[in-house]
């Protein structure tokens, strides 16, 4: 027994967000590492006709619970699915679900958001912002209540150049945002977000900004705590290496790359990868929650904030990750490769832009042509056309240096045991980059594309015939532009050198011509 598991036993967890990427390793983490939790209450709302207790059930038999379910499926059964919705009022709860809450919960974890960093401006406040408020007014009623810990984003603050661990002033009252965006219509909220977000690059950010600051004005009625976690991806070590369930950030960009669809990217390839593995980060939630509790800080005092991020950890760049990543992808490609994957990331507007139209769309419409010619589905320029808009929302985060300060969470493993540090670890792990790297593709292709490991000859197969017809068509295509140039040049030539002929065939023009000048040639280019 360690004191992390300790503190957990009898408690009682309440779990927003649980259904999705972060909320499930944190669920798994808990059962497994901390069995003596009372029970864990995740809300879910109904979702595709399937309710929230169908949701949980079928969430335990993806392979992310296989080895809870193999050593003790017993624990499976402290998850209690309660429905709700953080759009509607009281978050939609029944009044027996609500008291048992308010009466039994001694711990939250507050991870539910809207992740579309290209929706509105209304949507994304509604989720992102009265949705925590909500989850706050419900969580001051908990008798029991020891630690409240809010998931927020390291890119909330996007002008300052070293983000601390600290609170910083909202850029509007998030009362009267909140209030605007019920009562004005859609166009008015339209015109009046670009005057919102001021610097930044879209409206989830904005939206968990002012979360933060409600989660602050809580802080003198229930115990609160603030983790920012920077691009979270693929588990490191547990319980699966390389699990990943999202093609949201870097996952998706490394499967449409692999799969020969995505063929440049706007990238600073010398900054700094602000990305932290799936598993360090819920051990850094779960220590965070702990610590809250452990040190039982003033409520009147500041609120603590979290920075969780391996930058100072392990200090890696974009640059090297394209590296890798492209070598390992041509050792364990994709199935239904489209074409070669040889894209690269740039630095220059211009030539992106001109390679995006080059490789991703004439592409997409000579593809999409041939389908149509087949009387099937057209396909590939939609798809273009939503690699466009996730590259466009991605690119913000890849061409600036950020830079983040973690000493405080860092300095959390300091007060661990031993076994707390090999079970909660955030720091002490293999730092091998091409070792997780290959895990992190291989989970990708396996869970999130569900390509099996054993089609990984033939995929391998299909790439050496890719490469050669790639070289073909380069080789081609290369051809075929020299002929256009010297053919362009020489028609060029003809054409001016018979316009010159003719103008001195025009009486006002040929007598100003020198007679032993025959004609007149223009310097080639």
């Not at 939790?37 to 207790?53: C, D, E, H, Q």
């Not at 300091?414 to 955030?426: A, E, G, T």
Request: glycine share 6%; with cysteine; net charge positive.
């Amino acid at each position: 027994m360690t004191v992390i598991t300790d503190w957990y036993r009898d408690q009682t967890i309440l779990v927003t967000g649980g259904t999705g990427f972060m909320g499930k390793v944190l669920l798994e983490k808990l059962l497994r590492s901390c069995p003596g939790v009372r029970r864990i209450y995740v809300l879910a709302r109904a979702k595709r006709g399937a309710t929230p207790s169908a949701r949980i059930e079928a969430m335990a038999k993806i392979p992310l619970f296989e080895q809870l379910v193999n050593s003790n499926p017993e624990v499976l059964k402290k998850l209690v699915a309660v429905e709700c919705d953080l759009t509607q009022p009281e978050l939609g709860l029944q009044k027996e679900q609500k008291q048992h809450l308010i009466s039994e919960v001694t711990v939250v974890f507050n991870m539910a958001a809207s992740l579309r960093l290209e929706a509105g401006m209304k949507a994304a406040v509604t989720n992102n912002t009265t949705g925590t408020k909500r989850i706050l007014d419900l969580c001051a009623q908990m008798k029991q209540l020891k630690a409240f810990v809010h998931l927020s984003t390291a890119f909330c603050h996007c002008e300052y150049d070293v983000l601390g661990e600290k609170m910083y002033p909202p850029p509007h009252n998030p009362h009267d945002v909140m209030r605007a965006m019920e009562w004005l219509d859609d166009k008015s909220i339209e015109l009046l977000t670009p005057r919102l977000l001021g610097p930044h690059p879209n409206c989830y950010t904005y939206s968990k900004r002012l979360a933060e600051t409600l989660v602050y004005e809580y802080r003198d009625r229930i115990p609160v705590c603030i983790a920012r976690p920077a691009i979270v991806i693929a588990a490191h070590s547990e319980p699966i290496p390389g699990w990943v369930d999202t093609l949201n950030g870097p996952t998706g960009i490394l499967v449409g790359a692999g799969k020969g669809v995505i063929r440049t990217m706007m990238c600073g390839e010398d900054y700094s990868a602000q990305v932290v593995p799936v598993d360090i980060a819920i051990n850094g939630l779960i220590l965070t929650a702990w610590k809250l509790a452990a040190e039982k800080i003033a409520r009147t005092e500041e609120v603590p904030v979290y920075n969780i991020s391996s930058g100072d950890i392990v200090r890696v760049t974009w640059g090297e990750l394209v590296e890798r990543g492209r070598k390992l992808i041509l050792d364990n490609p994709f199935e239904t490769t489209i074409w070669y994957p040889d894209g690269n990331i740039r630095s220059n507007w211009l030539m992106h832009y001109f390679c995006i139209v080059l490789f991703h769309y004439l592409p997409a419409y000579f593809i999409d042509f041939l389908m149509l010619l087949a009387r099937q589905k057209r396909f590939m320029v939609r798809l273009q056309n939503r690699i466009s808009v996730g590259l466009e929302v991605l690119q913000y985060f890849t061409m600036r240096q950020w830079q983040f300060s973690n000493e405080k969470f860092l300095a959390i493993e300091k007060s661990l045991c031993d076994d707390d540090r090999k079970i909660f670890y955030i720091t002490n792990v293999d730092q091998d980059i091409d070792k997780y790297m290959t895990a992190a593709l291989l989970g990708a292709r396996v869970y999130c594309m569900k390509e099996p490991l054993s089609s990984l000859p033939r995929a391998r197969r299909i790439l050496t015939l890719l490469y050669y017809l790639h070289i073909v068509t380069k080789t081609a295509f290369c051809i075929l532009v020299i002929w256009l140039l010297l053919n362009y040049v020489n028609t060029a030539r003809l054409v001016l050198d018979h316009a010159t002929q003719m103008l001195q065939d025009v009486p006002a023009i040929g007598g100003m011509v020198p007679h032993d000048i025959k004609s007149v040639r223009i310097i080639r280019f």
